[in-house]
């Protein structure tokens, strides 16, 4: 089925709960017309994880693909995260794979920026911290958020820094609601717990209002941005709009607060090379440039069509990692990895053929 497809490869690499150096190649299908198919290829342990592993078993993975023979020139995508031996194997890569672009995830790139929003704005980070604490295990103190709330707003949320945009969500919450939060935590004895203590000493800092407004006001915008490239089945043109608008939004701020966030979206940009030439490639496809300067040299004006549904993340591989953690529950720790394998092979496929009969439908 795949002998003649052009294809995108992502790989990323994990630690479970037992030690053990995991890897896992997902590759898709690029068609012209429409999204293509996605699958678990191959997951691997390693040894150790490093640039030359990584190549290894990306090398090996095609090999698994096309037994009889690989077809380097088919390989037309990369996608992984930004860590420095990634970008050290894409390299190594491209020396066999001559038309392969290696792209590193943008979604990351976002993630990055607002881990960069989060570590300028400490003072919202600790309220955000604390008041979640506050509430933890505390039926009481629960209770009186909802007595004093009438019922009328969630409980604060509990943001997970490795999912990315919750830390904003969670800012535009205490920003709407900030006036209620502070009454509630007021009513409450500092003695009880740290975390009271923490959050009174915050909430009452004179800038807090105003610096939870202007996070509102010009962040608002990312976590849908992240959450729209996550999305599957996505055209290039739609994610690189996306890119691009919020590059733009971001670069027109000009305080001193948030220089230092503009400048990290343009380091993290920057150091994408492969974002650059994706970029062209739109901008071929779309007919604004009508050359091919600066494409791998290799890559042919047919390759190019190939990218209209071009994806630009590595979220796919890292769902097979979801999954993965699933299967390797408390009472699964003694199953081999080469069973473990075929288990993680079989149910993340089983749900890519669900999801195609569902689109269908």
């Known amino acids: 089925m795949l002998t003649k497809k052009k294809i995108w490869v992502s790989v990323d690499e994990t630690t479970d709960v037992t030690g053990r150096f995991v890897a896992n190649v997902v590759i898709g299908t690029l068609e012209i017309d429409r999204a293509g198919e996605i699958f678990l290829l191959h997951s691997e342990e390693l040894e150790k994880t490093n640039h030359s592993t990584i190549f290894k078993l990306f090398d090996k993975a095609m090999g698994i693909l096309w037994p009889e023979g690989v077809q380097h020139d088919n390989v037309l995508l990369f996608l992984s995260d930004a860590a420095p031996y990634m970008v050290k194997a894409g390299k190594c890569i491209n020396t066999l794979y001559s038309k392969c672009i290696h792209l590193t995830c943008l979604a990351h790139a976002f993630h990055r920026i607002a881990e960069k929003i989060r570590g300028e704005f400490s003072d919202v980070d600790k309220v955000v911290a604390s008041v979640k604490k506050v509430f933890r295990k505390s039926p009481v103190r629960i209770k009186t958020f909802l007595n004093m709330t009438n019922n009328e707003i969630p409980l604060p949320p509990e943001p997970i ?34 975390s009271i203590k923490t959050a009174k000493k915050y909430l009452k800092k004179s800038n807090l209002p105003c610096q939870l407004t202007f996070i509102k006001a010009n962040f608002e915008f990312l976590p849908r941005a992240i959450t729209f490239l996550e999305k599957r089945g996505t055209k290039l043109s739609d994610s690189l709009k996306i890119i691009e608008d919020t590059k733009n939004k971001i670069s027109h701020l000009k305080c001193t607060k948030a220089i230092p966030i503009v400048n990290k979206m343009n380091d993290v940009l920057d150091k994408n090379s492969g974002y650059n030439i994706v970029l062209k490639i739109y901008k071929i496809l779309s007919g604004v440039v009508e050359n091919l300067e600066g494409l791998p040299e290799d890559m042919t004006n047919d390759d190019l069509a190939y990218f209209n549904y071009a994806p630009i993340t590595s979220v796919d591989v890292e769902r097979s990692f979801s999954i993965y953690k699933n299967l390797l529950s408390s009472n699964r720790r003694r199953f081999t990895f080469e069973n473990i394998r075929k288990y993680l092979i079989v149910q993340c496929n089983f749900q890519e053929t669900q999801n195609d009969s569902e689109l269908m439908m």
Do not use: M, P
């Not at 535009?172 to 009880?192: A, G, N, P, R, W």
């Open 161 to 194: 820094l490795t999912r990315w945009g919750t830390w904003i969500n969670a800012t535009l919450y205490y920003c709407e609601h900030f006036s209620k939060i502070h009454s509630v935590i007021q009513t409450f004895d500092d003695d009880d717990a740290a």
